[in-house]
Nanobody, 121 residues
Framework: QVQLVESGGGLVQPGGSLRLSCSAS??????????MSWYRQAPGKQRELVAT???????NYADSVKGRFTISRDNAKKTVNLQMDSLKPEDTAVYYC?????????????WGQGTQVTVSS
């Protein structure tokens, strides 16, 4: 089974930075084919897509985080990171790592347990 474990969350003041990391296991030698994403869910809100990175290192960001967040991956280490700068109180949420892979009709979709990010003065 694929396991995703997030780390790096915590409490930070507005304008500060955090770097989240997601470590994958159980992917064998095919981690590189997974599309990796970060989602977040604030209290009472729907879970939303924050950033995505493909196997070819193409990236996509939610409008709310463009220019502030950077997603990256290290296929050798089987990790995906989210560098978060200029944090705002609105960024407060539980952040989840997600991995997706498709092969013909087979679809794989995995989630981590999440890590809390709190932006507050």
């Amino acid at each position: 089974q694929v396991q995703l474990v997030e780390s790096g969350g915590g409490l930070v003041q507005p304008g500060g930075s955090l770097r989240l990391s997601c470590s994958a296991s159980g992917t064998g030698s095919i981690f590189n084919v997974y599309v990796m994403s970060w989602y977040r869910q604030a209290p009472g809100k729907q879970r939303e897509l924050v950033a995505t990175i493909t196997s070819g290192d193409s990236t996509n960001y939610a409008d709310s985080v463009k220019g502030r967040f950077t997603i990256s991956r290290d296929n050798a280490k089987k990790t995906v990171n989210l560098q978060m700068d200029s944090l705002k109180p609105e960024d407060t949420a539980v952040y989840y790592c997600n991995a997706k892979w498709t092969l013909l009709k087979l679809k794989y979709d995995y989630w981590g347990q999440g890590t809390q990010v709190t932006v507050s003065s």
